[in-house]
């Protein structure tokens, strides 16, 4: 009779929550539709044959087993676009983190206009991906770019040149933008974290003689090392997927000079038209960014139990 009751009890609660269900239903269909089904897709079609390109080939939309995987290994654009993603990751990772510190620790001092300069130093943020890679562009422009004009009237460059033409220059130019628009998500994190730090325990190190970098290095990064941990994660997350900007001011080039996974398999996909190979290039960065969504879910699953 329990069982029954129990059973009943369940239909009742599915009974009344059924208009909840159908209010969520969109929301997951959606879920289900753009990410699931992608997600899964692409899988499948990293071992299978299916460049557009050859619809009439009589391995077209076959099994190719590890083939794709070995193609794409064995292509030097490929290998060259996985150094340049750790190449761009460290750049851009270390840059955002120590400028994103020091301006977080001078806007948590009482400064004269300080809400001005903090709502300033958000900008950059709230300026889109394709806003911010047309305006530098112009701007490192050969030809009409204010960086060229003021730098030959200066007399710092003899003649201009072309900063996103040139292997030597493309790299750092789309690095300084992505390091623009990141500096303020993690810069917001670590404010956060330090005023939630009494001014007490600072009060008390300099009565004990601390200096500015030992109150720094003992009392300050301790403490927010959690939250800085996490913000670093998402942040890294952000910085490997980064797209928009790689490809509004370069498409990779010159010579495949700022070309990372994320840009390798949108060309394999949309201008190459291999899918195959396209989705075997973006399961590898699945791997890695799972690998760091771990670490970030280790890290967050720490801080609330250090709360707990």
Not at 24 to 30: D, L, R, V
Not at 272 to 289: E, K
Request: proline share 4%; hydrophobic share 50%; charged share 15%.
């Amino acid at each position: 009779m329990m069982h029954i009751s129990g059973r009943k009890r369940k239909n009742l609660e599915m009974r009344k929550n059924w208009p909840g269900y159908l209010l969520i239903a969109p929301a997951i269909i959606a879920v289900l539709a753009l990410n699931i089904y992608p997600l899964f897709r692409g899988i499948a079609l990293s071992f299978t044959n299916y460049n557009l390109v050859r619809p009439n080939s009589p391995i077209f939309n076959t099994f190719a087993g590890l083939s794709n995987y070995q193609r794409i290994f064995t292509d030097e654009k490929f290998l060259l676009s996985i150094g340049n993603t750790f190449k761009w990751t460290a750049v851009n990772l270390v840059a955002q983190l120590v400028i994103a510190m020091l301006l977080a620790l001078a806007l948590n001092k009482r400064l004269r206009a300080r809400s001005f300069f903090r709502t300033m130093s958000l900008v950059p943020w709230a300026v889109p991906h394709s806003i911010a890679a047309m305006t530098f562009t112009f701007l490192f422009n050969a030809n009409v770019g204010i960086i060229n004009i003021l730098a030959v009237r200066f007399g710092l460059l003899s003649e201009s040149i072309s900063w996103l033409g040139n292997t030597g220059t493309a790299f750092w130019c789309v690095a300084f933008v992505a390091i623009w628009k990141g500096i303020p998500f993690q810069m917001i994190f670590i404010l956060a974290a330090l005023q939630n730090i009494s001014g007490e325990i600072y009060e008390s190190a300099e009565v004990d003689g601390a200096t500015r970098w030992q109150q720094f290095w003992r009392i300050t990064l301790p403490i927010i090392k959690e939250p800085l941990a996490i913000a670093t994660i998402l942040n890294l997350i952000g910085i490997v997927s980064c797209f928009n900007t790689i490809w509004l001011m370069t498409e990779g080039g010159p010579l495949y000079s700022t070309e990372i996974i994320y840009t390798y398999a949108y060309r394999q996909g949309f201008i190459v038209h291999d899918l195959g190979t396209a989705s075997a290039s973006s399961m590898v960065l699945f791997v890695i960014m799972m690998l760091i969504s771990a670490v970030y879910l280790r890290l967050s699953r720490g801080d609330k139990e250090g709360q707990a």
